[in-house]
């Protein structure tokens, strides 16, 4: 969607979303590079409908709509992808090596994290200050909140993901990939892109391009990520 259509109604629920991970974490097998991120990905998103549920978001209508619409667009990449369509760039990487022998499970992962918060959420910012009729600024606590929950991602991927210290040697080149891309840079860089995207909803073309921009960036890093490792 560009950014200058209206969007659709935050209608879909985190359960809704949730039933749509489940359904495809039970569909896909294991080893497959959409499975390990979704798997990762639901586990971190449950608990952050716990943390909603017991308040600890000071604004639950502005949380939800943002995690709701960040699933969204990842759920509708891989649904695209099973209809023969064309997914957004930023997903492509993972959608097409998501069965290659030498791409390993941290990889899949990062990399799916990577064009979720390098691409979708600041989107979703613009579809949630849409939905709402609010500013970016009117969101940033929750943007910030959901940044920290994407950060609890990117934490469990490398607990339940990454080899323990005695297996990841300084000269695996693992080591050197995963190391070189950075959560905080990336959030930092997407709360900008969502302030010029929302800045420039008035100019449609260049908003437009601005997107096509941010989505292919994400996913030419997406693809560098997914090089594949000797064992």
Do not use: K
């Not at 998501?98 to 990889?107: I, S």
């Not at 490398?158 to 300084?170: A, F, Q, T, Y």
């Amino acid at each position: 969607m560009a950014p200058s259509e209206q969007p659709t109604a935050v209608v879909d629920t985190a359960g809704t979303v949730g039933s749509r991970m489940r359904a495809l974490d039970a569909a896909l097998p294991a080893r497959d590079g959409i499975a390990v991120f979704n798997r990762v990905y639901l586990a971190v998103r449950e608990a952050a409908g716990r943390h909603i549920g017991a308040g600890l978001f000071p604004d639950a209508r502005a949380a939800a709509p943002l995690d709701v619409r960040c699933a969204e667009r990842y759920l509708d990449a891989v649904d695209a992808a099973a209809r023969g369509r064309r997914p957004p760039a930023c997903w492509r990487p993972l959608l097409q090596f998501r069965r290659h022998p030498g791409v390993r499970a941290p990889q899949f992962a990062l990399a799916g994290l990577h064009a979720h918060i390098g691409h979708d959420l600041a989107l979703a910012v613009v579809d949630a200050c849409r939905a709402l009729g609010c500013e970016p600024a009117d969101l940033e606590d929750e943007f910030d909140r959901v940044g920290d929950l994407l950060v609890a991602l990117e934490e469990r991927i490398r607990e339940d993901l990454m080899p323990g210290p005695d297996v990841l040697r300084i000269a695996d080149p693992l080591t050197h990939l995963l190391g070189s891309w950075s959560l905080e840079r990336a959030r930092d860089a997407t709360w900008s892109a969502a302030r010029a995207l929302w800045a420039l909803r008035e100019v449609p073309d260049v908003a437009e391009e601005f997107t096509e921009r941010l989505d292919a960036a994400a996913g030419l890093a997406g693809r560098m990520m997914l090089t594949p490792l000797p064992d």
